[in-house]
């Protein structure tokens, strides 16, 4: 069963602060890497992606690093808010089925 | 739009009872999903569908049966509940199977305990 490991499972971070969540990867097949956001009673929701041609991309205070000859990507958010206080999964496209495979999921609290 | 609606929000069943879990969505995407969340191990792949008439099996298919229809509709029963079957199962759909451009879009969620 190809896997995405992510860590750590849970983070605090003071308001302001870099909020850094990481994962890697087995299959070097992975063609992209999306990260969800979700909050609690609600579902996953697409926050940001990248392709593994490029090693970073930006948006806003968002950013996911890659390093391919690392197998891993990570996701760092930048000046950290009590409302970026969320459950954050790493994916992965692969397996038996080529659909996402998610990690285990980071609960992020941001305190004010 | 509504996008991924979800019922029931919440249920409770005793084991060996059955139930279906529904699920629709009004975006018009081929490729729905069924995934269960569990503390501490992630989204799940159920089942998945690319289109009406056509499922497959994800991850953890055992205990679950799927149907599709319709495009919009992708139901999940549960035939026989068991307490292992205790999870958040979330619907997802998605224009494309695999594609950077076509994420997942999920509903709310369905909260369901076997006792």
């Known amino acids: 069963q190809q896997q995405v490991k992510q860590s750590p499972q849970s983070l605090i971070v003071q308001k302001g602060g870099i909020s850094i969540i990481n994962c890697a990867y087995e299959?070097?097949?992975?063609?992209?890497f999306p990260w969800y956001q979700q909050f609690p009673g609600k579902g996953p929701a697409l926050l940001i992606a990248?392709?593994?041609?490029?090693s970073e991309k930006k948006e806003g205070r968002f950013t996911i690093s890659f390093n391919k000859s690392a197998k891993q990507f990570s996701l760092h958010i930048m000046d950290s808010q009590p409302g970026d206080s969320a459950t954050y999964f790493c994916?992965?496209?692969?397996?038996?089925?080529?659909?996402?495979?998610f990690g285990t999921g980071t609960l992020l609290a941001v305190q004010p | 739009n509504a996008g991924v609606t979800q019922t029931p929000k919440f249920r409770i069943l005793k084991i060996g009872q059955s139930m279906t879990l529904q699920c629709t969505q009004d975006?018009?995407?081929?490729?729905m999903y069924w995934y269960r969340q569990d503390p501490g191990m992630g989204l799940k792949l159920i089942y998945y569908?690319?289109?009406?008439?056509?499922?497959d099996k994800g991850e953890v298919p055992n205990g679950y049966n799927v149907s599709r229809s319709t495009t919009e509709d992708f139901p999940l029963r549960l035939e026989l509940a068991a307490p292992s079957q205790t999870s958040v199962y979330f619907c997802?759909?998605?224009?494309?199977?695999?594609?950077?451009?076509?994420?997942?879009?999920f509903g709310n969620g369905t909260r369901l305990t076997v006792t």
């Open positions: 975006m018009n995407h081929n490729y």
């Open positions: 569908s690319v289109g009406a008439g056509i499922t």
């Open positions: 299959n070097t097949a992975f063609d992209y």
């Open positions: 997802a759909s998605s224009l494309s199977g695999r594609s950077y451009n076509s994420p997942l879009h």
């Open positions: 994916a992965a496209p692969g397996g038996a089925t080529n659909k996402l495979i």
């Open positions: 990248i392709r593994p041609d490029v």
